[in-house]
């Protein structure tokens, strides 16, 4: 059955930044279809927690400070001395802060960076060895449409800049290692309920911008974008490496 693609059962997956939002609803969507899940950040959740074990999720806890240098090395070491395996990596955590340019600091930007990309490399870099060893595996990076447009009324020159630099490393990655039984995607979502996107949706003079940009009229729910994560991340996209998808009720038609 073209279903069971979608299973993964026996398989363990790592969500960073799964204890809310987007990450939590991915690990939800990948535990349901059967794989152990491995979620992290910095601040454990027992309300993520139990969502997940509600859902019949195994699910399981990792602390990581992302902005931390050796963060992504220990995130999967910690994860494979518990599994012993990791078929799928999620780079989900992410930090968004606005600010105009000509008043950006260096330690902000640097912030951005080392969350939002430097992170992100480390951490598919840890996952590649024990990939290899494994004779394949998935990675699923979370970029954002702010890769591709520049999207107003706010101003988030870091922002884009670093979610541009993820989905170039997916593509490139991608590349690298596809004769290894290794594929990278990306998913670019765009406006989705989360804390992050709270506060603008809560701006009236940002938030009627971002409706009327969107051709759906609405944001989005970390569900629309966890069903095409499962997708990604299963044997149902078997063919597919190095694709960015665009989740944004089509603000990027225009
Ligand atoms: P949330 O702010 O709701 O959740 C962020 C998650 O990342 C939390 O689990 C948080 O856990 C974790 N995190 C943040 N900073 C760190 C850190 N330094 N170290 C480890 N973990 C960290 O974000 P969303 O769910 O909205 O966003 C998830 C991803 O989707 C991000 O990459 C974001 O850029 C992207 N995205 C979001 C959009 C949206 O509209 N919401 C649109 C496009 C892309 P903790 O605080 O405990 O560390």
């Known amino acids: 059955m073209i279903f069971d693609r979608f299973r993964l059962n026996g398989q363990v997956a790592l969500v960073t930044g799964g204890t809310r939002g987007i990450g939590l609803a991915i690990a939800e969507a990948l535990g349901e279809a059967g794989a152990k899940i491995y979620i992290s950040g910095r601040t454990r959740s027992g309300a993520a927690e139990d969502r997940l074990a509600k859902a019949g999720v195994d699910c399981d806890f990792v602390a990581a400070d992302m ?32 600010g105009d ?91 989705i309920e989360t804390d992050m996107s709270r506060g603008g949706i809560a701006n009236p003079d940002w938030f009627p911008t971002w409706r009327s940009m969107t051709p759906m009229g609405r944001v989005g729910q970390p569900e629309e974008v966890a069903a095409a994560a499962l997708f990604l991340c299963s044997a149902a996209a078997s063919y597919v490496t190095g694709e960015v998808l665009v989740i944004d009720g089509g603000y990027t038609t225009r």
């Not at 001395?81 to 992410?94: M, P």
């Not at 494994?134 to 800049?161: E, H, W």
């Not at 039984?181 to 998913?187: L, P, Q």
Request: glycine share 8%.
């Open 67 to 98: 902005m931390k240098d050796n963060a992504a090395d220990a995130l999967v070491a910690e994860t494979l001395s518990r599994a012993g395996r990791l078929d799928i990596l999620v780079n989900n955590a992410g930090i968004a802060i606005h």
């Open 101 to 191: 340019s000509g008043e950006f600091s260096d330690a902000i930007w640097r912030e951005i960076m080392t969350v939002n990309v430097d992170a992100v490399f480390r951490t598919c870099r840890a996952a590649l060895a024990p990939m290899r060893r494994q004779g394949g595996g998935v990675i699923l990076n979370i970029g954002s449409i702010s890769g591709i447009v520049s999207n107003i009324p706010q101003n988030q020159v870091a922002y884009n800049t670093s979610k541009a630099a993820v989905h170039m490393m997916t593509k490139s990655l991608a590349s690298e290692v596809a004769a290894e039984n290794i594929r990278v995607n990306a998913i670019a979502p765009g406006y």
